[in-house]
């Protein structure tokens, strides 16, 4: 079976569904393998210690003193080492930097590997891995899957989910170190500040970052939005609906062949407390979006043609 790659675009509910994927999967080998296990690396990547080292890598990044005993890590051999470890001993990776997924590509040759999940570079939040979707010609020896949103509400999702990592009474720590990582340490109080001065990076935002321009201000053209439609076609990328779950699931699990319930969907709240966003703010999203918009809705109706 080709190894399933999903591509984790921010605020679709790209956490919630690779996990359910991957429950996914691993019920599927179970049931063929006679309970063999079958384990994942996500942990080893959110394990407090490793989450430490990488904030504080954001806070070294930004110039941001957090703790006296912190100490100055490697962190790109902290995820090489576990990379190199998945890639020999389990079925499901990680995917952290861009040199980890190129890693990933030249050793993946008879291994084990039945999940991948691509997410942002975390080096550097203007990529999204990888980064060369659409000029890859090595990219069929995989089964390719996102998902994607309704462009207005990931982006006022994003905003109030990121909105969480403010220092909170002017202290910083690991959380804020996040959010300066995302927003550059700009502080947008409000929706509309951060509409206002942060319009180019969050126009576009899903066809961005599937062309691996993650959360830049990269332009996006109407040639790349063609060129991305015939590459999700060539690739025969399944692409699913946050707001239609139900044909979402379904398309999946025939897609895959794996065992799928909505039942087993977990659903991850965070940054929930928004406040109304105003009519005029969401027609100039709608307006700055239009591309955005315009491949959302291909793919909606194509769901619906599928089933």
């Known amino acids: 079976m080709k190894p399933i790659v999903f591509i984790h675009i921010p605020k679709t509910g790209g956490s919630s569904f690779s996990s359910f994927l991957l429950g996914g999967i691993d019920n599927s080998l179970r049931s063929l393998d006679s309970g063999k296990e079958y384990w994942n690396t996500f942990s080893k ?18 110039r941001i003193h957090c703790d006296d005993d912190w100490r100055i890590v490697d962190i790109n051999k902290v995820y090489h080492d576990l990379v190199v470890d998945a890639l020999d001993n389990n079925t499901c990776l990680y995917i952290p930097t861009i040199d980890e997924w190129k890693y990933c590509m030249g050793n993946i040759d008879n291994k084990d590997i039945r999940f991948i999940e691509l997410h942002y570079e975390m080096t550097d939040v203007n990529k999204s891995i990888p980064l060369d979707l659409c000029d890859n010609n090595q990219y069929n020896q995989f089964q390719w899957v996102t998902m994607l949103r309704d462009p207005v509400e990931r982006i006022i999702s994003e905003y109030f989910f990121l909105r969480t990592f403010l220092p909170k009474g002017g202290t910083r720590n690991t959380k804020s170190a996040y959010y300066d990582f995302f927003w550059g340490g700009n502080v947008f109080k409000t929706f509309e500040e951060y509409v206002t001065n942060n319009l180019a990076n969050i126009t576009n935002s899903q066809i961005k970052w599937l062309l691996g321009k993650g959360s830049s201000n990269y332009k996006v053209t109407e040639d790349d939005y063609n060129k991305l439609i015939d590459t999700i076609d060539e690739l025969d990328m399944k692409v699913g609906i946050l707001e239609n779950i139900p044909d979402t699931i379904t398309y999946f699990r025939t897609s895959f062949n794996i065992r799928l319930h909505q039942r087993d969907l977990g659903h991850k709240k965070v940054g929930t407390r928004k406040r109304p966003v105003s009519d005029e703010l969401r027609e100039l999203l709608t307006e700055q979006n239009a591309l955005d918009i315009k491949f959302y809705n291909y793919y909606k109706d194509k769901l619906g043609d599928q089933l």
């Open 45 to 62: 990547y959110h394990n407090p210690e490793t989450t430490r080292l990488h904030y504080e890598q954001m806070c070294i990044r930004n």
